[in-house]
């Protein structure tokens, strides 16, 4: 079992989408996957299940005081997928958050969780909010690998090297296996595709994935149809890119 989390402080960089779709990929080749949403605005959660908004059990649970969830019984699958899976999450996470904070060992709460299924998956992703919060500790202690989608925006790489301190604090890893990737890229703006290339060659050379995902429409209309794009339409170029991030990153173990 491989566990990678997919995070940014940065909201709107499409890690949902990327979770989505890279799962979608992998589950495609014959991957087992799972992935868990662990953003309480459960916008992952609403596209894998079909817009459903609340959900029982969830990714709360895991989280309870009295820390005797079932976490078989809060996984579903993904699209009626032999192969795709997801634990869902809805709005109440925020409240456990903030509950979450007395908590005992809070940090290793979910990784004891997730090794209760090490058999029964090749690949796990873990979709984070864009914050440091409980459950985003939670994700980097239980990771493997961290993956980082980078947008085309003006600000596309503010908070990134904060992000990266808050990895060596929490993981306390001198290894730390972390790789950058450029997300939602638009070929025509080649001046701040040049300028964002260069920025993040200083921040994280060696740890910049070769794969880059361009933007396009049918990403974002794919989602709020409820469907990963492979689905939603078959001949967009974008999922060729899906294709080849998962090569790359299947590569890395």
Do not use: W
């Amino acid at each position: 079992m491989k566990t990678i989390a997919v995070l940014n402080q940065k909201g709107g960089v499409g890690k949902t989408t990327v979770t989505i779709n890279l799962a979608d990929v992998l589950a495609k080749q014959g991957k087992q996957v799972l992935v868990v949403d662990l953003d309480p605005q459960g916008n992952l959660s609403k596209v894998v299940s079909g817009g459903e908004v609340r959900f029982d059990p969830n990714v709360m649970d895991l989280f309870a005081k009295d820390n005797k969830a079932d976490v078989r019984a809060m996984v579903r699958s993904a699209y009626d997928s032999e192969n795709f899976f997801y634990i869902p999450t809805d709005i109440r996470l925020s409240r456990v958050i903030e509950a979450g904070l007395t908590l005992s060992f809070r940090e290793v709460r979910l990784t004891n969780h997730l090794n209760k299924l090490k058999d029964d998956f090749d690949y796990i992703l873990l979709d984070c909010p864009p914050n440091l919060s409980l459950t985003t500790t939670n994700a980097i202690v239980a990771a493997d690998l961290f993956l980082m989608p980078v947008n085309s925006g003006v600000f596309a790489l503010d908070g990134l090297e904060d992000l990266l301190d808050a990895l060596n604090e929490v993981s306390q890893d001198q290894s730390l296996n972390y790789y950058i990737f450029r997300n939602e890229v638009a070929a025509q703006n080649k001046v701040i595709n040049g300028a964002i290339d260069e920025d993040l060659l200083q921040i994280a050379e060696g740890r910049i994935l070769k794969t880059s995902i361009r933007r396009s429409e049918h990403i974002g209309q794919a989602s709020f149809m409820s469907m990963p794009l492979s689905q939603y339409k078959k001949g967009s170029t974008a999922i060729n890119d899906y294709k080849s991030l998962a090569k790359e990153i299947i590569s890395l173990f």
